[in-house]
């Protein structure tokens, strides 16, 4: 079983920056892929960035050049980095990771979200 714990959601102006880091804990033999979706109200979930294990990187075209995602492997740890901060950009932001628990098997894990909000 792999859990997933974000931090570094909140309250962001227009224009700011924030953080926000997300651990993975658990039976994990290897990291596949690490990512973060995004879901606004009415909205369906959406991929902000993921990151390979590998380091390999994909972002959504709303976030390019504004996002940056990492990964600190030995911590199993991912981060998002995020300016330019708008205000369609507020939502809870969900951790997803691809683990590998054996040198097989994966599973899928889902964090319970952080919300960010983005206003004056």
């Known amino acids: 079983q792999v859990q997933l714990v974000e931090s570094g959601g909140g309250l962001v102006q227009p224009g700011g920056s924030l953080e926000l880091s997300c651990a993975a804990s658990?039976?994990?033999?290897?990291?596949?892929?690490m990512g973060w979706y995004r879901q606004a109200p009415e909205k369906e979930r959406e991929l902000v960035a993921v990151?390979?294990?590998?380091?390999?990187?994909d972002y959504a075209d709303s976030v390019k050049g504004r996002a940056t995602i990492s990964i600190d492997n030995a911590k199993n740890t991912v981060y998002l980095q995020m300016s330019s901060l708008k205000t369609e950009d507020a939502a809870v932001y969900y951790c997803?990771?691809?683990?590998?628990?054996?040198?097989?098997?994966?599973?899928?894990?889902w964090g319970r979200g952080t919300l960010v909000t983005v206003a004056s």
């Open positions: 990151i390979a294990g590998s380091g390999s990187t």
């Open positions: 997803n990771a691809d683990i590998y628990y054996n040198k097989d098997q994966t599973l899928d894990a």
């Open positions: 658990g039976t994990i033999f290897k990291i596949n892929t």
